[in-house]
Structures are given as structure tokens and as C-alpha cells.
């Protein structure tokens, strides 16, 4: 994918504020870190079984926050594999790049560095990379879609401080699944089903959300063939081009649906053979303290005693869904509970606003949901399209937006709501761009090199040279913001407010072993 073009002063910009932004995070994490102690938390903490050496404590003091949570069963599986059962909550791709990385292009490394630490640098340079591009390709999708250049370019700007910002840049697989998942829509909206069908499957493979991917393609191949249905008059000579298209349709969006589910489905049987088959010795070849913190926490070894998991027996032996259950709780309004009102509070802000950017769409366009987008439009509207948030190409991404909104606030713990939509919905950074750029005057008066399909303009957004895009501030809408503070709108500032205040709470609390969302 050519994502860096010489012809797009704004995708540079874009990168570059990225790389400022994933810099600073990791610099203030590394500050946070050193002056904040490490608070003593109820999580999955393995030991350590090789003595570190002065370049590994070095290497923990400067990233040693971004390995807490989650990301140690990231960490733990990439050197160990998936040997608790409760492991096999995160899916394999990310670990398995990890592990790749530090064992190759950190290889030489190995004299300085622990495998451990080796893994945690690998994690920090590839989420650094990943969530890079995918404001690249949030920036590109948003061009296509949006048909609106400045819009997709605030957009992601906002991507690069986003309030899930921590674990885009902790060994957490969502830099990953956003860039995996924003460059599989935005090849699917260039027509290039087979690649996006590719990126799509790769990213079930990272995070189980990905499986929704799947009605990105349903939508869009039974899209093509209603509209053509709608096209001449349908008369009994055209009855068999149109069967043979039906065939066509169908075929390609089940084979390309079996493709994002594959990975998924090999990851379950992978689980079913490792850990309802027969014993194997495996306790025997485990270290001692590893053993030793299964049997005091009650982690499930693979064949431990020769006993079966539960899930095992059941019809569908999904270990995931299984997991999810048992060890997290998780479930329809199981997070509902007096106690778990903080977290509510803390999804509060991320949820109004995906249910904001749900009713303004349908507001703007009641016509269009109530059609899902199915019918022909005329002629006079076809030929000129409106652009923006509020454009009919974004209906299928809003409705992704809420089926994820819906399912994480009533199914999910609601905290991790915000990570959740930040990673895997491009909408919470179009809708948050749409209201700057709608109701700020100091982005309003900026211009009308607003439509992609225009010749690129010779200026930047704010009226610099192309040539200075990428090396000043000046060209950033987000900067030219934060230094007019005091003359932005409540709006703009509640906006801003919540994006930063999450990353920088982020920082100090997930990095020092904080409850975090």
C-alpha cells in the first residue's frame, strides 16, 4: 500500500504529528514511571525465571510501563506460548509478531537483552510503527469516504491523541487491529475486495471484534446487486445475467466471509487439541514457578491431572466465549451493578459520544437508514454527492459504530469501551472532526479546500506552503487549538478535553498498575 505520497503534504503531516505524538507518550510514560511507585495490583503477574542483567533493569525503568495489564499475557504468550487456559482470551497474531521481531531484527540483541526484555522493546517498536500507519489509513479511508480532505485529515490528527492512546502504545494488539482494520476498509472502499478481504482476515486473527468486519462485506456486495436491480426495467430476458450476479455475489461474500472467520475458527481448534486432548507430560516440562502460580491462583494448565476443561463437553466448545464467562465475568448486564459505577462514568464520555454521531446521521439522513442505504438515488443527488460526516457512504460505518457501542456498554466491562470503539471504529474520530470543523470558527474560517476530488492545493490546511507541512506546528489544526485555547468554543474544549485528559490519565494511571479503562 503506497500510504506516503509526495503529493499529500496533509497524509505527511499527519505521520509526522504520529511520530511527535508516539515520542512524547512514550517519553512521558518513562517519566510517569520513574516518579509514580507501582501500585500492587490483583492481575496476571508471572515470574521472572532468568536473573536481568543492568541493560534489562535499564530497558524496564524506560518502558517497563507499557508491560502491565493485559499486556503481560501478551508478553507471557509471545515467550512462553499459551500455556494457562485463561491465555487464550488474546488471540495469537499479535504475540506471534512480537516473538518474530525479537527474534529476528532484535536478534542481535540477545547479548545485551533478555528474551523478556527483547520482547517488550519488539512490542513498543511495532505498536509505535502500527499506530502510525493506521493514521495513515484512517487518513486515506476517511478521503474516500468522507470526500472531504480537511475533515480526514483532522481526523486523524485526533487518532494520533486519541483518549485509548496508552494502549496503542503499551504491548496491547489494538495499534495492530486499527491499522489492520482501517486499511481493510479503505481498500474495500477502493474496490479491492480480494486484499481487504485479506487485511480483514488477518485482523480477526489479532482481536475477536474483527469477525463484525464481516458485514462490511455482506453490506457491500448485497449493496451492488440491489442498486443494479433497481437499474433498467427488468424485463424476463435479463432474468438470467441477474441469477448468474446473484450466484457471483453470493459466492464471493460467503468465501470471503469464511476468510475473516477462518482465523478465528483455527484459533478455537487450536485450544480444543492443546487443551481437551490427551495428557501429554506437559507439567512436567513447565518450570517450577510457573507450575507453582497456576496452583495458587488457579490457573488451568493444558491436561492438568488428566482432567478436561468444562468446555470441553459442550456442543460448540469455544474456549473463548468460555473464558469471557468464567474468568471475566462477562455477559448481557452482568457489568450493571452499583459498585461498577465509576466505570460506567469513565465509558460516559465515549459512549455519548458514539450515540451523538448515531443520532446526527440518522437526523441528516432519515431517508437513507430507513432504506439502509438501498436505494437509488437521483440524479441530481448522484451527481453531486454531499460530503463529510453526514455523507450516505459513512451509514454502514455508523451502524458498525453502534452495534459495537451497544454490545460494549450492555455486554462488556464498560470501562474498556473506549479502546474498544478507538480501535476498531474510524467514526469517533470522523464525528469528533466533524463537530470542530462544523462549530469552531477558527477552523471554519480556514478555507474551502474541503472536496478530495479537487486538484491537490499548493497550501496546507491553514494557509502554510505544501513545502513546510511536516516541519512546523503551524499546519496543525489540533496545535493551532491547544494554542488559542482561550478563544476555542466549550464545545471544542470538552472535545479536546477528553481526548487528552484520557491520554494523559491513561499514562499515569495504566503505566503505574492503576485501574485504567
Same mark, same amino acid.
Given at each position: 500500500?503506497?500510504?506516503?505520497?509526495?503529493?499529500?503534504?496533509?497524509?505527511?503531516?499527519?505521520?509526522?504529528?504520529?511520530?511527535?505524538?508516539?515520542?512524547? +507518550?512514550? /517519553?512521558?510514560?518513562?517519566?510517569?514511571?520513574?516518579?509514580?511507585?507501582?501500585?500492587?495490583?490483583?492481575?496476571?503477574?508471572?515470574?521472572?525465571?532468568?536473573?536481568?542483567?543492568?541493560?534489562?533493569?535499564?530497558?524496564?525503568?524506560?518502558?517497563?510501563?507499557?508491560?502491565? =495489564?493485559?499486556?503481560?499475557?501478551?508478553?507471557? !504468550?509471545?515467550?512462553?506460548?499459551?500455556?494457562?487456559?485463561?491465555?487464550?482470551?488474546?488471540?495469537?497474531?499479535?504475540?506471534?509478531? @512480537?516473538?518474530?521481531?525479537?527474534?529476528?531484527?532484535? =536478534?542481535?540483541?540477545?547479548?545485551?537483552?533478555?528474551?523478556?526484555?527483547?520482547?517488550?522493546?519488539?512490542?513498543?517498536?511495532?505498536?509505535?510503527?502500527?499506530?502510525?500507519?493506521?493514521?495513515?489509513?484512517?487518513?486515506?479511508?476517511?478521503?474516500?469516504?468522507?470526500?472531504?480532505?480537511?475533515?480526514?485529515?483532522?481526523?486523524?490528527?485526533?487518532?494520533?491523541?486519541?483518549?485509548?492512546?496508552?494502549?496503542?502504545?503499551?504491548?496491547?494488539?489494538?495499534?495492530?487491529?486499527?491499522?489492520?482494520?482501517?486499511?481493510?476498509?479503505?481498500? /474495500?472502499?477502493?474496490?479491492?475486495?480480494?486484499?481487504?478481504?485479506?487485511?480483514?482476515?488477518?485482523?480477526? &486473527?489479532?482481536?475477536?471484534?474483527?469477525?463484525?468486519?464481516?458485514?462490511?462485506?455482506?453490506?457491500?456486495?448485497?449493496?451492488?446487486?440491489?442498486? #443494479?436491480?433497481?437499474? &433498467?426495467?427488468?424485463?424476463?430476458?435479463?432474468?438470467?445475467?441477474?441469477?448468474?450476479?446473484?450466484?457471483?455475489?453470493?459466492?464471493?461474500?460467503?468465501?470471503?466471509?469464511?476468510?475473516?472467520?477462518?482465523?478465528?475458527?483455527?484459533?478455537?481448534?487450536?485450544?480444543?487439541?492443546?487443551?481437551?486432548?490427551?495428557?501429554? &507430560?506437559?507439567?512436567?516440562?513447565?518450570?517450577?514457578?510457573?507450575? #507453582?502460580?497456576?496452583?495458587?491462583?488457579?490457573?488451568?494448565?493444558?491436561?492438568?491431572?488428566?482432567?478436561?476443561?468444562?468446555?470441553?463437553? #459442550?456442543?460448540?466448545?469455544?474456549?473463548?466465549?468460555?473464558?469471557?464467562? +468464567?474468568? =471475566?465475568?462477562? $455477559?448481557?448486564?452482568?457489568?450493571?451493578? /452499583?459498585?461498577?459505577?465509576?466505570?460506567?462514568?469513565?465509558?460516559?464520555?465515549?459512549?455519548?459520544?458514539?450515540?451523538?454521531?448515531?443520532?446526527?446521521?440518522?437526523?441528516?439522513?432519515?431517508?437513507?437508514?430507513?432504506?439502509?442505504?438501498?436505494?437509488?438515488?437521483?440524479?441530481?443527488?448522484?451527481?453531486?454527492?454531499?460530503?463529510?460526516? %453526514? %455523507?450516505?457512504?459513512?451509514? @454502514?460505518?455508523?451502524?458498525?459504530?453502534?452495534?459495537?457501542?451497544?454490545?460494549?456498554?450492555?455486554?462488556?466491562?464498560?470501562?474498556?469501551?473506549?479502546?474498544?470503539?478507538?480501535?476498531?471504529?474510524?467514526?469517533?474520530?470522523?464525528?469528533?472532526?466533524?463537530?470542530?470543523?462544523?462549530?469552531?470558527?477558527?477552523?471554519?474560517?480556514?478555507?474551502?479546500?474541503?472536496?478530495?476530488?479537487?486538484?491537490?492545493?499548493?497550501?496546507?490546511?491553514?494557509?502554510?506552503?505544501?513545502?513546510?507541512?511536516?516541519? $512546523?506546528?503551524?499546519?496543525?489544526?489540533?496545535?493551532? /487549538?491547544?494554542?488559542?485555547?482561550?478563544?476555542?468554543?466549550?464545545?471544542?474544549?470538552?472535545?479536546?478535553?477528553?481526548?487528552?485528559?484520557?491520554?494523559?490519565?491513561?499514562? !499515569?494511571?495504566?503505566?503505574?498498575?492503576?485501574?485504567?479503562?
Amino acid at each position: 500500500m503506497e500510504l506516503v505520497s509526495r503529493q499529500d503534504p496533509h497524509l505527511r503531516e499527519a505521520m509526522w504529528f504520529a511520530v511527535c505524538c508516539r515520542a512524547l +507518550t512514550l /517519553l512521558l510514560q518513562a517519566l510517569f514511571n520513574l516518579l509514580i511507585p507501582d501500585h500492587t495490583a490483583d492481575a496476571f503477574s508471572p515470574p521472572r525465571l532468568s536473573e536481568p542483567g543492568l541493560w534489562d533493569l535499564l530497558l524496564e525503568q524506560l518502558l517497563g510501563g507499557l508491560s502491565h =495489564w493485559d499486556a503481560e499475557h501478551f508478553l507471557f !504468550i509471545a515467550e512462553r506460548g499459551y500455556l494457562y487456559e485463561h491465555n487464550c482470551a488474546f488471540f495469537p497474531l499479535y504475540p506471534l509478531s @512480537v516473538r518474530a521481531v525479537a527474534e529476528g531484527a532484535l =536478534w542481535p540483541l540477545q547479548w545485551l537483552l533478555c528474551l523478556r526484555s527483547r520482547l517488550l522493546l519488539s512490542a513498543v517498536l511495532l505498536n509505535s510503527l502500527f499506530s502510525v500507519l493506521a493514521a495513515a489509513a484512517l487518513y486515506k479511508l476517511g478521503c474516500v469516504v468522507l470526500q472531504c480532505r480537511r475533515v480526514a485529515f483532522l481526523a486523524a490528527v485526533l487518532f494520533s491523541v486519541s483518549p485509548a492512546n496508552v494502549f496503542m502504545a503499551a504491548a496491547y494488539s489494538e495499534s495492530m487491529f486499527a491499522f489492520l482494520a482501517f486499511s481493510a476498509m479503505w481498500q /474495500l472502499e477502493k474496490g479491492q475486495s480480494w486484499l481487504s478481504g485479506l487485511l480483514f482476515s488477518l485482523a480477526s &486473527g489479532v482481536r475477536a471484534n474483527g469477525l463484525i468486519n464481516a458485514g462490511f462485506f455482506l453490506y457491500s456486495h448485497g449493496k451492488c446487486f440491489v442498486l #443494479q436491480l433497481q437499474v &433498467g426495467s427488468g424485463s424476463v430476458r435479463k432474468l438470467p445475467p441477474l441469477w448468474k450476479q446473484l450466484l457471483s455475489v453470493a459466492s464471493s461474500a460467503v468465501l470471503m466471509c469464511a476468510g475473516i472467520f477462518l482465523p478465528f475458527a483455527l484459533f478455537q481448534y487450536y485450544a480444543y487439541v492443546r487443551f481437551c486432548g490427551p495428557g501429554t &507430560g506437559l507439567e512436567q516440562t513447565v518450570p517450577k514457578p510457573l507450575l #507453582q502460580l497456576a496452583w495458587d491462583k488457579g490457573y488451568r494448565l493444558a491436561a492438568m491431572n488428566g482432567v478436561k476443561p468444562a468446555w470441553c463437553s #459442550q456442543r460448540f466448545p469455544l474456549v473463548y466465549s468460555y473464558i469471557q464467562d +468464567t474468568y =471475566w465475568n462477562v $455477559g448481557f448486564l452482568r457489568y450493571f451493578e /452499583l459498585r461498577q459505577i465509576p466505570n460506567f462514568l469513565l465509558a460516559l464520555p465515549v459512549a455519548l459520544l458514539g450515540s451523538w454521531a448515531a443520532w446526527t446521521y440518522m437526523i441528516a439522513n432519515p431517508r437513507h437508514c430507513l432504506t439502509l442505504g438501498l436505494e437509488r438515488r437521483k440524479g441530481e443527488e448522484e451527481s453531486k454527492p454531499r460530503a463529510g460526516f %453526514c %455523507c450516505p457512504a459513512v451509514f @454502514v460505518y455508523v451502524v458498525h459504530a453502534t452495534v459495537l457501542l451497544a454490545f460494549g456498554f450492555f455486554c462488556m466491562h464498560v470501562q474498556v469501551l473506549t479502546r474498544f470503539l478507538g480501535s476498531s471504529s474510524p467514526v469517533l474520530y470522523w464525528f469528533s472532526a466533524h463537530l470542530l470543523q462544523e462549530y469552531e470558527p477558527l477552523l471554519r474560517s480556514e478555507g474551502t479546500d474541503n472536496r478530495t476530488a479537487a486538484p491537490c492545493s499548493k497550501k496546507s490546511l491553514l494557509g502554510k506552503s505544501a513545502g513546510s507541512c511536516g516541519r $512546523g506546528t503551524s499546519e496543525n489544526p489540533i496545535v493551532r /487549538l491547544l494554542m488559542n485555547c482561550r478563544l476555542i468554543t466549550p464545545l471544542s474544549k470538552c472535545i479536546l478535553g477528553f481526548f487528552l485528559s484520557y491520554w494523559l490519565l491513561g499514562l !499515569i494511571l495504566h503505566c503505574n498498575f492503576l485501574p485504567w479503562t
